[in-house]
């Protein structure tokens, strides 16, 4: 006999449903004999399946060790910590983790050989004994939010299930708000929002960007700031107001203004000239802030809180002292 306690995560779902992670190989037509038989039962009584689980609810299975193990998908596909790459963890709680992404890694993997910062953080968790490879049967953490594999800074999980619906649901219509910083070619002049329509190429992973309406595109609002000005390059803030895909890379390109290193949208003389120079191999752009809106809920403690993820090194190396880009870039306020 196998005894499951439902626990915060797996609470408020129909038994069948939950059953059916903790089974994923069955049939469901087994599931339900098994309900039938009373091999698999609620509370101690009889279950038909659409009740609804509650919070430390018992479900036992009167199944062979056999039975169950044969009927139950492992999880075999959670990599070990990279122990030369440490996740940089910049705000953690019982329900998010803020982490800090470098540039090189995918935010989500694409194939099953990928390794991800989504794959790293679940390591983490492990690692930290902060979930279970059991619990994992019934509910996943996962990464809410996703950056260009090249593009770094902040990353969003959610560690729980209320955690995981709340973030993506700020995510979602908007109310939080997410800063970048990026460095330019040419000098930037005054604050300015640039609208345009954006045009996605699914076939070549690339945007199109025009000022009029064409059909099939999304209307894109981004607003930056200059904040530094030299030598023919600016550093900018970077406002995204809508958050389609690459485009702030784009939107800044068809402006003339491309960020240096930006292989896909950039100046190819230009990024000769930063890779010669100082090693730049990627586009200079960094999610860097944060700042949540008003929340309900759980996860009201986080109404109003600002993050700001430390822009990596290769930043540094070509501001110099001119630009102060760490300054009260540290971590949650």
């Not at 399946?49 to 062979?64: M, P, Q, V, Y």
Request: aromatic share 8%; with cysteine; proline share 3%.
């Amino acid at each position: 006999m196998k005894l499951v306690i439902v626990n915060e995560n797996e609470a408020g779902q129909r038994l069948d449903k939950l059953l059916a992670k903790y089974l994923s190989e069955a049939p469901k037509s087994f599931v339900y004999k098994m309900l039938r038989k009373k091999n698999i039962t609620l509370n101690d009584k009889k279950a038909n399946g659409n009740e609804k689980t509650a919070l430390h609810d018992e479900i036992r299975f009167f199944l062979s060790d056999e039975t169950f193990d044969k009927f139950s998908k492992k999880n075999e596909d959670i990599p070990k910590i990279n122990k030369s790459r440490k996740l940089q963890v910049i705000y953690e709680d019982k329900h998010i983790l803020l982490l800090n992404k470098p540039a090189n890694m995918l935010s989500q993997k694409a194939k099953s050989s990928d390794i991800s910062i989504n794959e790293e953080m679940l390591a983490y968790l492990l690692e930290s004994n902060q979930i279970t490879s059991e619990e994992l049967r019934t509910f996943r953490p996962a990464v809410c939010n996703r950056l260009d594999r090249n593009t770094s800074g902040l990353i969003v999980a959610g560690k729980s299930l209320t955690g995981l619906q709340t973030m993506a649901e700020v995510f979602k219509d908007r109310s939080l708000h997410k800063y970048y910083l990026c460095l330019v070619s040419g000098e930037v002049a005054g604050e300015q929002t640039i609208d345009g329509w954006l045009t996605k190429d699914e076939k070549h992973n690339k945007v199109q960007i025009s000022r009029e309406y064409t059909e099939g595109a999304l209307p894109i609002h981004t607003r930056y700031t200059p904040l530094e000005r030299k030598n023919g390059v600016t550093l900018l803030k970077v406002w995204l107001i809508t958050g389609r895909s690459h485009q702030i890379r784009a939107h800044l390109a068809s402006i003339g203004h491309p960020i240096i290193g930006d292989s896909k949208y950039g100046n190819r003389k230009v990024n000769l000239k930063y890779e010669a120079s100082y090693g730049v191999k990627y586009q200079m752009l960094h999610s860097y802030q944060l700042v949540m809106p008003q929340i309900k809920g759980d996860l009201e403690y986080l109404s109003g809180r600002e993050f700001t993820a430390k822009v990596p090194p290769i930043f540094e190396n070509v501001f110099g002292k001119v630009f102060d880009v760490n300054a009260g870039c540290n971590s949650g306020s």
